[in-house]
T-cell receptor
Framework: KAGVTQTPRYLIKTRGQQVTLSCSPI?????VSWYQQTPGQGLQFLFE???????NKGNFPGRFSGRQFSNSRSEMNVSTLELGDSALYLC????????????FGPGTRLLVL | AQRVTQPEKLLSVFKGAPVELKCNYS??????LFWYVQYSRQRLQLLLR??SRESIKGFTADLNKGETSFHLKKPFAQEEDSAMYYC?????????????FGQGTRLTINP
């Protein structure tokens, strides 16, 4: 099976702009989670989507949003970018059942100038 | 609140020596604990989870609820074990996929 894919892999934006990142889960996986990774804060949970519904949410401002489509692909959007949003954004997918393992994508590296 | 603490940011040992990466957690319920590993230029991947009680690449980890710890151990380190290791906790309602990660420990195995 193909792994989790994320596009684009690298992105440069300026403050105030918005950005959309995409994640395609492993075939058959219906849960998609997003994480932000920074040197200072480490890996932090953003949100999880399952069957097109947000099932869980981390402690991030409303500028961070996401959605999931009927084919389980997911997008996350960050509006009004700030310098501190520069990070590696990781997507992970899993089967919907209890105790299922999350499989991570390679990440999208976002640089905000 | 859910919290995972990895007290060592860096750990360096010689090849063939035992390795122990420490992980302590804070969670009021029954957590699931995981170790994830990230090798150079590779994606984050699951190394092992406490419910599996298995040994992967010679690594083991035992959940100690009394000490709220989930330390990762290997009796004889190999150079290919050099990587970033993250301890993670999953709590919350069943089926939810929120992982809380520690800050990670960079393990370097010296020849």
């Amino acid at each position: 099976k193909a792994g989790v894919t994320q596009t684009p892999r690298y992105l440069i934006k300026t403050r105030g702009q918005q950005v959309t990142l995409s994640c395609s889960p492993i075939s058959g996986h219906r849960s998609v989670s997003w994480y932000q990774q920074t040197p200072g804060q480490g890996l932090q949970f953003l949100f999880e989507y399952f069957s097109e519904t947000q099932r869980n949410k981390g402690n991030f401002p409303g500028r961070f949003s996401g959605r999931q489509f009927s084919n389980s692909r997911s997008e996350m959007n960050v509006s009004t970018l700030e310098l501190g949003d520069s990070a590696l954004y990781l997507c992970a997918s899993s089967l919907p059942g209890l105790q299922e393992t999350q499989y991570f994508g390679p990440g999208t590296r976002l640089l905000v100038l | 609140a859910q919290r995972v603490t990895q007290p060592e940011k860096l750990l360096s040992v010689f090849k063939g020596a035992p390795v122990e990466l420490k992980c302590n957690y804070s969670y009021s319920g029954s957590p699931e604990l995981f170790w994830y590993v990230q090798y150079s230029r590779q994606r984050l991947q699951l190394l092992l989870r406490h419910i599996s009680r298995e040994s992967i690449k010679g690594f083991t980890a035992d959940l100690n609820k009394g000490e709220t710890s989930f330390h990762l151990k290997k009796p004889f380190a190999q150079e290919e074990d050099s990587a970033m290791y993250y301890c993670a906790l999953r709590g919350g309602f069943q089926g939810a996929q929120k992982l809380v990660f520690g800050q990670g420990t960079r393990l370097t195995i010296n020849p």
